[in-house]
């Protein structure tokens, strides 16, 4: 099968987008697929590949220069047409996406559009308002995909209380070879508190949606140190909100892992997650988890088992959880196996067979009709 994947990020870009792309990619090449990816240029070296990857000029968002927001270029049509697509995959579609669906809908190729950003959740962190506008663009850009993929119940939900047609659930996977207990590093833990300070870490993205100022409860507590990973634009105002955290900045693969499985309890503060990856890793880790009970944590965490919800944008509920489970190493031991046993199956590879089915469908769908 030949698939061109069209997404707003990739590697070396550091997201959630970013990441499912290049897993989907991998695994396509894999099992024998050709899959073509299609993404903005990105300043600097971009690094290895599983397949070929066709970058259509770019400039950076302003105030927010980590994310990449494509021109218009007629890179993208030539390459779908180029490579002979039987089906096109859209990676989140906003800007790049919708052209893609465009220049599919052009070339009479089924897409399948995948949703995995809160345009309306992030509407509201940043305008305060325009949450109905951006869900008409939602309903617009995945009305015209055949087959609309959600990465949560939550969010399918959300998707099919607005209106837009044939929505499946996809949920995403986790490398738990990557991420595993075994990487728990004294060391590290030694550099982090070094008086034996029980640790509570974030990893993510340091912006307004992220809500990560919910752990400045957290930071006053005794005998805990907050510990937050990843960089963006709120990273100067959150080192002042929360005193005596440590920032380790941006890390990525084996080094990521070995902080993960150092934790003794991961807190996700963001509510408007369609999924959470991070969540998933900490779970691998087995680390037990606190997370806001709304969107993808709904899907994830077990509560009372592999961890706490907790209300959203509840600063002294993110504390109680955190303190609770600071209080109780036996609780965290128990939450931090039975989230690592969770997460055993839910390998990249699983639900990677997963979508190629959906692509099965969806052209099995278009035989028919033609028929």
């Not at 949450?131 to 309903?139: F, G, K, L, V």
Request: charged share 20%; glycine share 10%.
């Amino acid at each position: 099968m030949r698939v061109v994947i069209v997404t707003e990020s990739f590697p070396p870009d550091v997201n959630g987008v970013a990441h499912c792309a290049l897993q989907t990619a991998r695994h396509l090449a894999a099992r024998g697929h050709d899959p073509l990816v299609v993404a903005p240029a990105v300043a600097g070296p971009v690094g290895e590949a599983p397949c070929p990857v066709v970058r259509v000029p770019s400039l950076p968002l302003p105030g927010y220069p980590q994310v990449r927001v494509a021109l218009p270029s007629r890179r993208l049509a030539a390459a779908l047409t180029a490579h002979r697509a039987d089906v096109v995959h859209l990676a989140s579609p906003f800007v790049l996406g919708v052209r893609g669906m465009g220049v599919a809908a052009r070339l009479g190729l089924p897409a399948v559009a995948v949703y995995q950003t809160d345009l309306a959740g992030y509407a509201r962190t940043y305008m305060g308002a325009g949450e109905n506008t951006a869900w008409r663009r939602i309903r617009t850009v995945h009305s015209a995909a055949d087959r609309t993929l959600a990465p949560s119940t939550a969010a399918l939900r959300d998707l099919e209380e607005h209106g837009v047609p044939r929505v499946r659930l996809w949920p995403r996977g986790v490398d738990t070879v990557r991420f595993r207990p075994e990487l728990r590093d004294e060391t590290l833990r030694r550099e982090l508190a070094p008086n034996g300070e029980t640790i509570v870490g974030y990893v993510g993205r340091l912006a307004p949606e992220k809500c990560v100022e919910l752990l400045a409860g957290a930071c006053g507590l005794p005998g805990l140190r907050v510990v937050v990973v990843g960089d963006g634009p709120s990273g100067a105002s959150l080192r002042e909100a929360l005193p005596g955290a440590v920032f380790m900045g941006r890390r990525t693969g084996a080094d990521l892992a070995r902080i993960f499985a150092s934790l003794d309890v991961f807190a996700h503060t963001g509510p408007y997650e369609t999924f959470c990856q991070t969540v998933q890793e900490a779970m691998a880790s087995g680390v037990p988890v606190i997370a806001p009970a709304a969107g993808g944590p709904l899907d994830l965490v077990d509560h009372g088992r592999t961890g706490l919800l907790v209300p959203p944008r509840d600063t002294g509920a993110v504390t109680r959880a955190v303190a609770a489970l600071v209080a109780d190493p036996a609780r965290r031991e128990a939450y931090g196996h039975a989230g690592r046993a969770t997460v055993e199956g839910r390998t990249w590879a699983a639900v990677g067979d997963q979508l190629i089915g959906h692509y099965d469908e969806v052209l099995r769908e278009r035989t028919a009709v033609a028929a």
